[in-house]
Nanobody, 125 residues
C-alpha cells in the first residue's frame, strides 16, 4: 500500500518561510522521482518543483525558482520543500507526488501515479 503524507503547512506572513515534509511508504523511494505541486483557490493544480531519481537533480517552476528548494532524505523516505520569501500568491494547498522509477516529463501531472492529501499554506500580506 502506497501512502504519501504531507505536513508542515500553516499560516505565515509575507516574507516568511515554511518547510513542508512528505513521508512516503510502500515505494522504493530512492528510485522514485518526487515532486511538489500546488492548487490555488479556484485554479488547476500547478507544478512547483521535482527531484529526479537517480541523480536527484531538481527542477522548479519559474514562479518559485530561487525561493523554494526541494531536498530528500532517502534513509527516511522523506522529501522536503523549503520555502522562503513567501508571497501571498504562494497561498495554496501543496501536494507531494511520486512517479514510477524512470519516469520523465516531470512537469506533467499525468506523470505521477501517487499523490498525498495535501497541506494548506496560507501567506498573509
Amino acid at each position: 500500500q502506497v501512502h504519501l503524507e504531507e505536513s508542515g503547512g500553516g499560516l505565515v506572513q509575507a516574507g516568511g518561510a515554511l518547510r513542508l515534509s512528505c513521508v512516503v511508504s510502500g515505494l522504493p523511494f530512492d528510485r522514485n522521482p518526487m515532486a511538489w505541486w500546488r492548487q490555488l483557490p479556484d485554479s488547476k493544480r500547478e507544478f512547483v518543483g521535482a527531484s529526479r531519481a537517480p541523480g536527484y537533480t531538481t527542477t522548479y517552476a519559474d514562479s518559485v525558482k530561487g525561493r523554494f528548494t526541494i531536498s530528500r532524505d532517502n534513509g527516511k523516505n522523506t522529501v522536503f520543500l523549503e520555502m522562503k520569501e513567501l508571497k501571498p500568491e504562494d497561498t495554496a494547498v501543496y501536494f507531494c507526488a511520486a512517479a514510477l522509477p524512470g519516469s520523465n516529463w516531470l512537469t506533467r501531472s499525468s506523470t505521477y501515479d501517487y499523490w498525498g492529501q495535501g497541506t494548506q499554506v496560507t501567506v498573509s500580506s
